[in-house]
């Protein structure tokens, strides 16, 4: 083995030097077990006020793990010192080169949760070679870490979002922040309850204030959270959740049409369902003379068909008196046409008008409330589901906040006393 002052210098601790380097076996990826003293005068930070101490009341040695030396996994190990500090009695030395109470040096942990977050867990246990739960610990630091010292946006957009917890009737309330797409707070359940905490201990009151507008499905116990806590901001119902209903309402006309009206139509609307609640610009070739011999066979259903592929000009008015004026004309189109189930769709969107003309005033972007959604169910995908709600929120905002976006972001998070990326 090369001179202790060479492996100090491939080591590279600031501050500290190695005293003695062992390896448990002669194999070619045998483990080095690094015994390490700190260098220059026998001085200990206290841990409390950061003060240099010299009084030493015990020690006692404490293992960490290193990145690996080629082959070799490494375990550094060094008599922490206890001290009597003046100002804050006993206590233990600061260690900078890892937290306190970590098990692995922070240049490792850093490692372990950058590859945590593109690959399961035990994937990167097994590459850093440590144990499941290290590598979990080192990840949930990591990104604590980075959660902490990022700086503090004010969301203009809000949204708030249900997403469904495994396969039973469970939800998760997401709080995002529609203008970076990124994700807020996550609580469980649906209830008024859960939003309104979310909304009063995810942001503060600063934060609250510069909220402009509330992107909510027209589901009444948010209505009533972010009417409490956040009075000032307009609420927009999703474009989605609307065409969902007018989707619901068509579905339930085909079914009446078909289904409730003797065999010979029954055989007609039979394995249509999803050709009719797709698009008309993305029905192709065969299907769409499908379509077309469908409305053929009735005439009511393909009423309601086009009345439906009407609605998405709703959200292209720029003023108020616009939308309304639209949706005035699309009621009328309803008249004599005995279509129940569009006219009850109508009444809805009329009660519901003032949530959807206030996107002529908030361009909210739709699009970023379902890309949230997917990305939470991919982080939830690659891990096989999530118990420990804290990390899976912490996931979330990494996944969402992408704030590796360039090699220079990637080398500031390898760097282990780097600054952190400014998004
Ligand atoms: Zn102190």
Redesign the pocket.
Known sequence: MGSRCDCTRILALAGFRVVTMTSDSESSASRLTIRIERRGIRRYP??????R?GRVRSSHDRIWDDLPWAAHPVTVIYAQRRAC????GI?TERVAFADPKARVTRRLRQEIGLDCQSMPTSHAALRHGVSWSKARRAEAAFLADWDRTRPRHRPRHLGADEVQRGKGQQYWTVLSDLVRGEVIGLAKDRTEDSLRTLLTTCLDARQRAAVTAVCLDMHRPYLNAVGDTIRHAEVVFDKFHVLQLASAALDEMRRQEFFRSGPAMRAHGRGKRWLLLRRWKTVRGSKRAELQRLFTANRRLFKAYVLREQLDRLWTYKTRPGVLNFLFNWIDALRWQRLPEMDRLGQSLLRHLDGIAAYCDHPVRFGVVESINTTIKAVLRRSRGMRDEAILLLKLKWATARPIRSARDLARFLSPQGLYSNR
């Open positions: 206290c841990s409390g006020c950061g003060r101490v500090c003046r100002q804050c206590r």
